[in-house]
C-alpha cells in the first residue's frame, strides 16, 4: 500500500544518503560495491515498471549519479580497471549492466568526492587514484594505491594494477589477497617495501594517507595532473608527489615522481624524519597480461609490443629499468602471468626527482 511505500522510500534515501557521496561514487571507493548497489536500483526501477508507477526522484537521482561515477573508471573499450580490489571487469559485462540501468550519460572525468580521475586522449584513457583511502568504516578490502594509474590503448590495457583482492578464489592463500592490496601491487611508488597505508588482516585500512592535494589542468595540447601525499611523511619524512601529463593524441604520456622533504614542502607541515639514512623506493609500472615487453640494449627503456602489433616505448633517465614478474586478476578471479617494468634506488633525506615516459612507438 501507500503507506509502505512511502515509508520504504523514505529508508531507501537514508541508505543511499549513506552509500554514496556527492559525486555519485560509493563511500567505500569500491567499484564492486558500486556495480552492486546499479544492480539492485536497476531491479527496483523494474519493479516500479512493472507495477506501472512512476519511477520514485530517490531512485532515478541515485542512478544517474552512480551510473556515470563507475563509468568513470572504464578503460576506451569500456571495460573497468582494477581498483580497490575489483578485478579488471570486460567491457561487455560493463555495457550489459549500464544497458540495466536505463542511464545514457558521459563518463564522470573529474570525481574529487570518489578520489579518481579519468583522462581521455584519443584512443588512449588513464585512470587515477588521486583520493585518500576510505575511512575504515567504509572500506572492506581497500587497497593502499594512492597516485597509482592505470593507461590503455583502444582495446588494450598497458599499465594495470594487479587487482583482484575481492575477486580470486576462496582457496587461495589469504597472504595472497593481502598482497594484492597492498601499494606494491599497484603502478606508483613505494618506500622501503611499506605500504602509504597501512593495511588491516580484517579489511579495513589504517594509518598513512591523511592528505592529497590535485590540481588538473586541461587545455588543447595536454592534460595535466599534478598530485601529492602525505602517506609517508611521519614514517620516513618525505611527501610524494606525481606529475602526469597525457598529449592530446594520447600518444605520449610524461611522468615524474618526487619525493620531497616533508618539513621543507609546505604540504604537512610538522612531520619529522623517522628513519635516518637513506630509504629504498621502487617505481613499479604493472604491465597489462597481452603485453609483450623486452629491455632495451643500453637498459634504460622497455619496449611494449601489444596484440594488435603496435609497438610503445618506456623510457627514464632517472634510474635503470629492470623487468619483474608481476600478475593480474581477471573478472573471473584466474591470475594470470605478466610483468612489471621498476625504477629503484635509495632516496636521501633531500629526497629525489625520477622522470619516465611512455610513448607511442609505431
Not at 598513512?208 to 611521519?234: F, I, K, Q
Not at 618526487?258 to 635516518?276: D, I, Y
Not at 623506493?281 to 594488435?308: C, N, Y
Not at 629499468?321 to 584466474?334: I, K
Amino acid at each position: 500500500g501507500e503507506p509502505r511505500r512511502i515509508f520504504g522510500e523514505a529508508g531507501l534515501k537514508r541508505a543511499i544518503e549513506g552509500f554514496m557521496g556527492e559525486d555519485g561514487g560509493a563511500l567505500s571507493r569500491s567499484p564492486l560495491a558500486q556495480i552492486e548497489a546499479i544492480k539492485v536500483l536497476s531491479m527496483l526501477r523494474a519493479v516500479y515498471a512493472a507495477r506501472g508507477e512512476l519511477l520514485s526522484p530517490i531512485v532515478e537521482l541515485a542512478l544517474s549519479r552512480a551510473v556515470p561515477a563507475l563509468q568513470g573508471l572504464t578503460h576506451h573499450d569500456g571495460g573497468l580497471g582494477s581498483w580497490q580490489g575489483a578485478p579488471g571487469i570486460s567491457a561487455e559485462s560493463m555495457a550489459t549492466l549500464i544497458r540495466a540501468s536505463g542511464i545514457r550519460a558521459r563518463p564522470l572525468r573529474d570525481a574529487r568526492h570518489w578520489g579518481y580521475q579519468r583522462v581521455p586522449a584519443g584512443r588512449t584513457v588513464v585512470l587515477v587514484d588521486a583520493g585518500t583511502p576510505a575511512m575504515a568504516r567504509h572500506a572492506v578490502m581497500g587497497c593502499a594505491s594512492t597516485l597509482a594509474f592505470e593507461m590503455s590503448h583502444g582495446p588494450y590495457r598497458l599499465i594495470v594494477n594487479c587487482g583482484g583482492a575481492s575477486a580470486i578464489a576462496p582457496d587461495m592463500p589469504p597472504e595472497l589477497a593481502r598482497g594484492l592490496r597492498a601499494t606494491a601491487a599497484h603502478s606508483t611508488l613505494c618506500l622501503d617495501d611499506t605500504n602509504s597505508t597501512s593495511v588491516l588482516p580484517k579489511g579495513q585500512l589504517g594509518k598513512g594517507v591523511g592528505l592529497v592535494e590535485l590540481d588538473r589542468r586541461d587545455s588543447d595540447d595536454a592534460a595535466r595532473l599534478d598530485m601529492t601525499h602525505d602517506g609517508y611523511a611521519r614514517r620516513y619524512g618525505l611527501i610524494h608527489r606525481r606529475l602526469l601529463v597525457l598529449r592530446s593524441d594520447g600518444r605520449e604520456l610524461r611522468g615524474e615522481d618526487v619525493l620531497l622533504p616533508a618539513a621543507k614542502s609546505g604540504f604537512g607541515r610538522g612531520f619529522g624524519r623517522q628513519k635516518q639514512g637513506d630509504v629504498p623506493f621502487a617505481i613499479r609500472f604493472h604491465l597489462g597480461p597481452d603485453v609483450e615487453a623486452h629491455l632495451a640494449t643500453d637498459g634504460w627503456g622497455v619496449f611494449l609490443r601489444v596484440a594488435d602489433g603496435s609497438l610503445w616505448q618506456f623510457r627514464s633517465a632517472a634510474s635503470k629499468v629492470t623487468l619483474e614478474e608481476s600478475l593480474w586478476v581477471d573478472e573471473n578471479g584466474q591470475i594470470r602471468p605478466s610483468q612489471q617494468i621498476v625504477l629503484s634506488g635509495t632516496a636521501s633525506v633531500g629526497g629525489g626527482n625520477y622522470g619516465w615516459l611512455i610513448k607511442h612507438m609505431g
